[in-house]
C-alpha cells in the first residue's frame, strides 16, 4: 500500500497556484460577502431552515411519549418530509454554496437521498426504523461543518429545554450541526470525563472523544483544546484500555503540532504543501492500514485541504488535493458520512479527467468500492454502482478502450 504522491505534477504547473490564490475567498466566513452576497445569503436561509426543522425533528424524536403520540404522527411526518426537501434544495442549481468543493455536493446528494429514505419510511409506517434514520441526520451537518474554520460560529443562546434533556453524545452533536462550536466542545469534554459513561457506553465515549478532537483540531485549530480531551481520557481510570493506549498516541501527535510553529498561511500553494506533509508524515507513523495512531495528523491534513478546496483551485493541483483527502478519510472513517473518501477519489477523476493523478484516484476509488461491497458471501456489486466504476474507470483514462481519448487530450 504504498503509492506516490503526485507532487510530480507541481513541478511542471506551479502557475497553478496563481490561478487558485486568485480565487481565493476571505477564510474567516464574515468577509465573503464582496462577490457572492446573494447566494451567500440564500444559503444561510436555508440552512437556518435546516435547523430549525432538525430542531424540530430531534425534539421529537428524542422522547418516547412524544415519538409514539398519534396526535403527532402528522406533524413529524410533515418535518421529516420538510428536511428532506430543504437537502434537496441545497444543491439543486451548480455554484449554491460558498464552499466550492466538489465533494460537496455529492455529501448533499447523499443527505438528500438518506432524508428522503427516513420520510418514506415513516409514512409507511415502520416508525421506529424511521426515528433511528431521523437520528442519524445530524451526521451530514456535522461532517460539513467540521472539516474547516470556516464559516459562522454561534455562541450559546437559549435552546429549548426537550435539546438540554438530550442524551450527552446527542446534544454535543445537536451543537455541532448548529455551530455552536463551544458548547459542542464542553459537552463532550464532560462526557470523556465522565467514568459512568466510560463503561455504560464505551461507544458513545468515544464517539464523543472523536467528535470533539474534529472540533478542536479542524474547527479550532487549537492543541491545546485536543490535549484537554486526550488528557481527560488518560486519567479517566474507566476508559477502555484500548482507548487510553490511543489517546497517548493522539497526545504525542498534539504536544509535536504545539511545539510546532503555527502554521496560518493563506496562501493556497502554501496550505497544499503543508497539507502534503502532514499526510506523508501521517503515512510513516501507521503501521498498517487502519492504524488509528496518525489520525490527529491526518484530521489536520483534511482540515487544510477542505481549506484549499474550498476556494475552487482547478485542474491537477485540486485533483491531487482531493487525491489526498480521500487518503486521509479512508482512515479516517469516523469523521466523514459513509463513501466520504470515495466523494473524493470522482471528485479528482472528474476535475481532471485522463491524467495520470485520475487514474491514481480510480484504483483507490476502485478498492474502496470493492472492499464496501465484499462480505462473508463474497462480492457483490449492485448493477448501478458498477455502472458508475465504469463511467469514472472510462474517466480516469484507465480502461484501454478509451486510449484514443487520452491522446485527444
Ligand atoms: C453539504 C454540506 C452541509 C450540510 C449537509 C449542512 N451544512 Fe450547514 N453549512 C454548510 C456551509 C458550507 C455553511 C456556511 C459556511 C460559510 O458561511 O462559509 C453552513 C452554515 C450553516 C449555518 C449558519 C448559517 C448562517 O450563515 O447563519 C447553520 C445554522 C447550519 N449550516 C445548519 C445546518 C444544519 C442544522 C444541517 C443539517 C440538518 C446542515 N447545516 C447541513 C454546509 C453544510
Avoid at 477564510?27 to 437556518?48: D, F, I, Y
Avoid at 431521523?134 to 451537518?141: D, E, T
Avoid at 457506553?201 to 484537554?228: H, M, Q, T
Avoid at 486521509?328 to 466523514?336: E, F, I, N
Wanted: with cysteine.
Amino acid at each position: 500500500m504504498k503509492e506516490k504522491l503526485n507532487l510530480r505534477w507541481l513541478a511542471i504547473f506551479p502557475c497553478i497556484f496563481l490561478s487558485a490564490s486568485s480565487l481565493l475567498m476571505p477564510l474567516n466566513g464574515v468577509g465573503a460577502e464582496a462577490s457572492s452576497q446573494p447566494l451567500k445569503t440564500q444559503w444561510s436561509q436555508k440552512m437556518r431552515s435546516l435547523e430549525a426543522t432538525l430542531n424540530k425533528v430531534l425534539v421529537d424524536t428524542s422522547s418516547d411519549s412524544r415519538f409514539n403520540d398519534r396526535k403527532k404522527f402528522k406533524s413529524i411526518e410533515r418535518n421529516a418530509s420538510q428536511l428532506a426537501k430543504l437537502a434537496h434544495s441545497l444543491f439543486e442549481k451548480p455554484g449554491q454554496s460558498p464552499d466550492q468543493d466538489m465533494s460537496q455536493a455529492l455529501i448533499g446528494k447523499d443527505f438528500a437521498t438518506e432524508a428522503d429514505y427516513a420520510a418514506s419510511t415513516l409514512k409507511a409506517g415502520h416508525r421506529e426504523y424511521a426515528r433511528v434514520i431521523l437520528n442519524s441526520i445530524a451526521g451530514f451537518c456535522i461532517a460539513c461543518h467540521t472539516r474547516t474554520a470556516i464559516g459562522p460560529q454561534f455562541a450559546s443562546s437559549k435552546v429549548a429545554p426537550e435539546v438540554e434533556a438530550l442524551p450527552p453524545l446527542a446534544k454535543g452533536n445537536y451543537f455541532v450541526a448548529t455551530r455552536n462550536f463551544d458548547r459542542a466542545l464542553a459537552e463532550y469534554q464532560k462526557i470523556t470525563q465522565d467514568s459512568d459513561q466510560a463503561i455504560a457506553d464505551p461507544f458513545a465515549y468515544e464517539r464523543a472523544l472523536r467528535a470533539g478532537l474534529s472540533v478542536a483540531v479542524r474547527v479550532k485549530k487549537n492543541p491545546d483544546l485536543g490535549l484537554r480531551l486526550v488528557e481527560s481520557v488518560i486519567v479517566n481510570s474507566k476508559s477502555p484500555y484500548y482507548m487510553k493506549a490511543q489517546a497517548l498516541e493522539w497526545k504525542k501527535s498534539l504536544l509535536e503540532w504545539k511545539a510546532e510553529k503555527t502554521f496560518d498561511s493563506k496562501d493556497p500553494g502554501k496550505i497544499f504543501e503543508e497539507a502534503n506533509r502532514l499526510v506523508m508524515k501521517a503515512r510513516a507513523i501507521q503501521k498498517f492500514p487502519a492504524d488509528p495512531s496518525a489520525d490527529l495528523v491526518y484530521l489536520r491534513a483534511s482540515g487544510l485541504l477542505h481549506e484549499f478546496l474550498s476556494s475552487a483551485p482547478t485542474g491537477l493541483i485540486a485533483s491531487n488535493a482531493y487525491y489526498l483527502a480521500g487518503i486521509s478519510y479512508d482512515v479516517l472513517k469516523d469523521y466523514g458520512t459513509r463513501d466520504f473518501s470515495e466523494f473524493y477519489y470522482r471528485s479528482c477523476i472528474s476535475t481532471s479527467p485522463y491524467t495520470e493523478i485520475s487514474k491514481d484516484c480510480y484504483r483507490r476509488y476502485e478498492e474502496s468500492v470493492y472492499l464496501g461491497y465484499t462480505g462473508s458471501g463474497g462480492t457483490y456489486i449492485p448493477p448501478e454502482i458498477r455502472a458508475r466504476l465504469n463511467r469514472y474507470e472510462k474517466l480516469s483514462g484507465s480502461d484501454p478502450s478509451t486510449l484514443i481519448d487520452t491522446q485527444k487530450m
